[in-house]
C-alpha cells in the first residue's frame, strides 16, 4: 500500500516511516531537505522535496496514497509570529484535509496532543473529560481547534479520520529535534542536571516513543473514524521519574527544588529575552504554569480497541540511557 505521511522526520514519524517500511508499503514524505532523511534511505521510501504548503507538491506526493499519517505541527514554546501556531496546526491541517479528500485518501490518522484534555484535577483523564481550565498556550488550543477540522471533514466529506492523543514521550531518536523528555534524561545522565521541575510532586504520563509510533499504526488498522485514542503510558512523579533514570543509569545526583517564584522569574525573563532579541526560550510563563498540576491519564482505550502494548518504563529509561550514551 501506497502511504502518505507529514512529520516523517520527526521523533515519532521516523519511527512510524521505519515501522510501515518494515511492514512492506511505500511511504511517501514531503521533506525539507532528502540529504537529512539519509538515515531513514529505503527503495519504498519517497520523498519529495518541499514545503507542505505547496498545493501542487502535496498533490503529487498523495498521488496514488491511500493512507496518511498527518504529523507535522508547531510545537514550540515561543514563536516570534504568534499565528504561526495558527497557521502551521490549523491552517495547514484544513489545507492537507481537502488535498488528502481530492486525491481520494481512504483513512487518515491525525496526531493532536493529550495536552487538550487539561490537566487531571477531577479525576484521570480518559478521552470522555472534558476540560476543566481554560488552554496554557496556543499550541494546545490550535490543536483543540485542529480537532474540530477533523469532525467537520467527517461530516461534510465523510471521510474518515482518527485523532491520536500522545502523552509526553521519551526515548531513541532516530531523526528530527530531541524530544524535551527525552533531553532531559540526556541532560540528567550526561550534563549534571540536578533541578526537579515544579516541586518534583507533580505527576505526568510518559509513553516510549516506540510505543507511540505503533499507537498510530494501530490507529490506521484498528482506529475508529471519529474516536480519539490517548496514547499514554505510565503516572509518574518527577521524583520518581529521576529515581527510575538513577536506577537505570547508575548515575546518583541530589537533586534540588527550585522556589516556583524563581522558576516564574526565569520565564519571563527567557521571555523578554526572547521578544526583544529572537533568543528562543526553553521556557516561558504559560508554558510553566503546566508544571503546577498533576496530568494523569488512562491509555486504557489505546490497549483494549487497539491492542496497544507498553514498553514497562523502567525497561524504556534503559533503552534511552544506553542511546544516549553511544549516540
Known amino acids: 500500500m501506497k502511504i502518505f505521511i507529514t512529520g516523517g522526520l520527526g521523533s515519532i514519524g521516523a519511527h512510524i516511516v521505519k515501522i510501515l517500511l518494515n511492514q512492506g508499503h511505500e511511504v511517501h514524505a514531503i521533506v525539507r531537505s532528502i540529504a537529512k532523511a539519509k538515515p531513514l534511505a529505503h527503495p519504498m521510501l519517497y520523498l519529495y522535496e518541499g514545503d507542505l504548503r505547496e498545493e501542487q507538491l502535496v498533490l503529487k506526493a498523495m498521488e496514488g496514497c491511500e493512507h496518511m499519517y498527518h504529523l507535522a505541527a508547531f510545537a514550540k514554546v515561543w514563536s516570534k509570529n504568534e499565528e504561526d501556531f495558527f497557521n502551521l496546526n490549523v491552517q495547514l491541517t484544513e489545507d492537507l484535509f481537502h488535498a488528502a479528500h481530492k486525491s481520494g485518501i481512504k483513512k487518515i490518522v491525525f496526531t493532536s496532543t493529550a495536552g ?21 498556550n496556543r499550541y494546545e488550543a490550535t490543536k483543540s481547534q485542529a480537532e474540530d477540522l477533523v469532525k ?6 465523510k471521510m474518515e479520520i482518527v485523532i491520536v492523543s500522545p502523552t509526553r514521550v521519551y526515548g531513541p531518536f532516530l531523526l528530527g ?10 541532560k540528567y545522565v550526561n550534563k549534571n542536571w540536578r533541578i526537579y521541575p515544579g516541586t518534583g510532586k507533580e505527576i505526568g ?5 516506540e510505543d507511540a509510533a505503533m ?3 494501530l ?9 480519539c485514542y490517548i496514547l499514554g503510558g505510565e503516572n509518574l512523579t518527577y521524583i520518581q521519574f529521576f529515581q527510575a533514570i538513577a536506577a537505570c543509569s547508575g548515575v546518583k545526583r541530589k537533586m534540588i ?6 522558576q516564574k522569574l526565569v520565564a519571563h525573563l527567557q521571555l523578554f529575552m526572547a521578544n526583544c532579541f529572537g533568543k528562543e526560550p526553553d521556557i516561558v510563563p504559560n508554558w510553566l504554569a503546566k508544571a503546577k498540576y498533576h496530568w494523569e ?7 483494549q480497541e487497539l491492542g496497544l502494548s507498553l514498553t514497562p518504563f523502567e525497561d524504556g529509561i534503559k533503552k534511552t540511557v544506553d542511546f544516549l550514551r553511544v549516540k
Not at 116 to 136: A, H, N
Not at 219 to 227: C, F, N, Q, T, V
Open 215 to 217: 499507537g498510530h499504526v
Open 152 to 157: 467537520e471533514f467527517i461530516e461534510n466529506y
Open 257 to 262: 527544588v527550585i522556589p516556583y517564584f524563581i
Open 205 to 209: 504520563n510518559y509513553i516510549f516513543v
Open 297 to 303: 491519564v488512562s491509555p486504557q482505550k489505546a490497549q
Open 219 to 227: 490507529a490506521m488498522e484498528k482506529g475508529r473514524s471519529g474516536e
Open 177 to 186: 529535534e530531541v524530544a524535551a523528555i527525552t533531553m532531559m534524561i540526556d
Open 116 to 136: 487538550v484534555f487539561g490537566p487531571s484535577l477531577t479525576g484521570i483523564i480518559d478521552e470522555e473529560k472534558s476540560r476543566d481550565l481554560p488552554f496554557f
